[in-house]
């Protein structure tokens, strides 16, 4: 069987940033249907990739390609049909402040199709739904709504144009375990229901074990490893040693050794 | 239990080079004069070695420690310094406020340019500064071209929603303004042509001064404060909470959707406004001539159309695109850079008003010289 285009390549990117060297030759490969953990110390410029390849920052080298589309050498237009196809949640879930929940949801199909304003309500109240919000969240706006609301409005959002990409930055970061636990099972549920690919920059290992095929650790700039979490923890790299035999990664490990796949 | 003592410290009585140290070494306990005073006198004495004894420390914290290690270091300066007697619990905590001391270095200092470096500095952020001014002006044109052959992606209600909170709202206030305006300069005008008898002539100059150039600018300064400052504010909060990056990432251009209908809006709010503050502006004045000067409203409005061309008017007016596109452009500017912090918000408001304001009156003044070469 024919290895199908990858979803996202990202050969050799190197970015000089605010006087530093960030990535130094960043070599990474999706596959259509993959969950991707990003990981890496703070600052070893994990956010800062997957701003790359959202196009919202262009390397200083090399090339990233999205869908099979060379981002340093694609049109207005391109962009735009790619970013259809793509949804991302934020760290902060950046919900537009000065609209309710339901509007936040609705944005992308009211800039981008042109359905009736009913069908539009119905589709993002369905989306709503999905992600487990209440339907009273609906006319709430993002001040009123606790941290874990935010983030499921947030998703509701990225989804809403049932898109192929999923970028999340951070998911799961300030949510209570049982939020975090909800999240995940979502996340897993979203991928087998709609097929995405999802690509997410994460600390929690919970997240790491449960629900991501591989994991790439960023240190110093470059990919150190890239393969799923039961390889990664046994890697005798100083920096993943450093990163996942700590207490807490000893302590998960020994979770989800006999568990993984759960 | 031990009553919690001053920290003191004393010659043993046992040996005579052993110091003992008693009560609280912690931050209320330490007296640091008077214990500072007890161990200079010790620095003197020519005993080879030392002994340190903290056996009757009662209690210690991190400041005690520190003070303690700090001693032993200058003691050990001009002799060995032996430190006996602390319990487990401070030999712990000296151990950490050793190892911390250790580690310690010179904080970076912040480099202070002065002189030509300062000035070379200043010089480059004002280039930086006009690069990105040229980058915003460039794509917010291009995007209104755009929408212009694209006349769908005009966004109708948010600049209908511009012009209700730049304009609509505003009413009150500039009327207000003018109105004292008017007041104000028919006082000064007033009273000066009163001594040559020529009360008359308030009504032309009047006319001139508001209808050309108080009217516009004060209107265009009010709003570039209380709208300006808006734009900035809101567009930097949208940056520092990812909502620009969000719209970036779902194919909406931030120039589409949040500045050209802030720019379209004052366009068409600001000379609006400027009408608006001429007819309290000689409102304003009216009232202050009949009052001042016992010219009646009927002779004043019967003069005005004789002595004051429609040519005043139509410049004034035509003064306000001007300003209002100096107002938009500057706020969104600072709006989009903002960077991190409520600090620099704050910072970015206020530049935008203080730049918005100035250019104003640049422009102002090179109107003045381009209607009196023209002769208008």
Redesign the interface.
Known sequence: MQMADPVIKIENVKLFLAGQWIHCGINLEVQRGEIIGIVGGSGSGKSTLLREILALLTPTSGNIEVFGKDLNKISSTELLKLQCRWGVLFQQSALFTSLNVIENISFPLQEHTKLDKTTIKELALIKLLAVGLPMDAATKYPAELSGGMLKRAALARALVMDPELLLLDEPTAGLDPQGAEEFDALVLNLRKVLGLTIVMVTHDLDTLWQITDKVAFLSEGRVLEFAPMTKLTLSKQAAIATYFQGPRGRMTQHLYEGNHGI | MSKSVNASVAVSAQQKNQIDCFGAWTLQGIHKQNLDRAFKKWDRRTEPSLILNAESITRMDSSGAWQLYQWKKQLAKKREVQLIGLNKEHTLLFGMIEQAAQQLKPLPQPINYNGLALLGKKAFEAWHELKSFLRFIGKTFTTAIQTLSHPKQLRGRAIISIIENTGLDALGIIALLSFMIGIVLTYQMGFQLKNFGATLFIIDLLGLAILREFAPLLTAIMIAGRSGSAFTAQLG??KI???I??L?????LPSQLLILPRIWGLLIALPLLTVWADIFGLLGGMAMTHNMLNISYTDFLQRFPKVVSLSSLIIGVGKAPVFALIIANTACLQGLRVSGSADSVGRQTTRSVVQAIFFIIVADALFSILFSKLNI
């Open positions: 909060m949208m909470k990812e909502e990056d969000a970036n990432t779902m194919g909406v």
